[in-house]
């Protein structure tokens, strides 16, 4: 039945032939990734950098915050700035 469809003197295709021949007239090489692979590895150390900062910086205004609402109160220390409390996440 389906063999009457083709043109005369060719034979039925298998699948996976026919994913090739797609792949080349497309220009792709079978990996959908290709084309983004050299800028992927860039957007994710940009993305490593900015999650990074952003942790470090609520990690230092926590720490500011209970710093400065506790040592005072309790021992009588001194209140700290925002830098000071980042240098004191390094310890």
Do not use: Y
Request: glycine content about 6%; some cysteine; aromatic content about 14%.
């Amino acid at each position: 039945m389906f063999r009457s469809m083709l043109p005369s003197g060719s034979r039925p295709r298998h699948p996976v032939e026919v994913a090739f021949s797609c792949q080349s007239i497309t220009g792709g090489t079978g990996k959908p990734e290709d084309s983004k692979e050299p800028r992927n590895w860039i957007v994710r150390v940009v993305k490593f950098v900015v999650f990074a900062a952003l942790i470090i910086t609520v990690l230092s205004l926590v720490l500011m915050r209970l710093w400065n609402w506790l040592t005072p109160v309790i021992f009588g220390w001194h209140v700290i700035k925002f830098w000071p409390s980042g240098r004191v996440l390094d310890f």
